[in-house]
């Protein structure tokens, strides 16, 4: 489906401060990626650690926390992983069910959705 890249903002939980991160929109990512450094500049420190699987079935422990997202002005609570050296930021699919945004690969661009009860 392809990827391309936006700019969103990550922020601490009490929305204090926030940082412009520009991220790739990968529709095979299920949760967010940041890079540590500015993670820990925000003062958002790890919460826990999971068990994640690389394309090539290679499997990491990385850490996590709950941060602040803001994707094309819509704010949210989100899961993010603590980028290691050499990760690429990601935007992932948890952060975007969290603003109701969904991919629109064929324009590569976000498009807003109705959350649905169904």
């Known amino acids: 489906m392809g990827t391309f890249s936006i ?3 990550v922020g601490n939980l009490n929305g204090e401060h926030f940082e412009d991160v520009e991220v790739m929109v990968d529709t095979g ?3 967010t990626v940041i890079p540590r450094t500015i993670l820990e500049g925000l003062g958002i420190n790890p919460t826990k650690r999971e068990t994640f699987e690389y394309a090539g079935g290679e499997r990491v422990q990385l850490d996590m926390a709950e941060a602040r997202a803001k994707v094309d002005g819509k704010d949210t609570i989100t899961w993010v992983i603590f980028g290691e050296d050499g990760m690429s930021p990601l ?3 948890y952060t975007l069910e ?3 945004m969904a991919v629109d690969p064929y ?3 976000l498009i807003p959705v109705v959350g649905s009860l169904k």
Do not use: P
Request: proline share 0%.
């Open 91 to 93: 935007l992932g699919a």
């Open 107 to 109: 324009n590569q661009r």
């Open 7 to 9: 700019t969103i903002q």
């Open 98 to 100: 969290g603003v109701l």
């Open 29 to 31: 990512a299920i949760t």
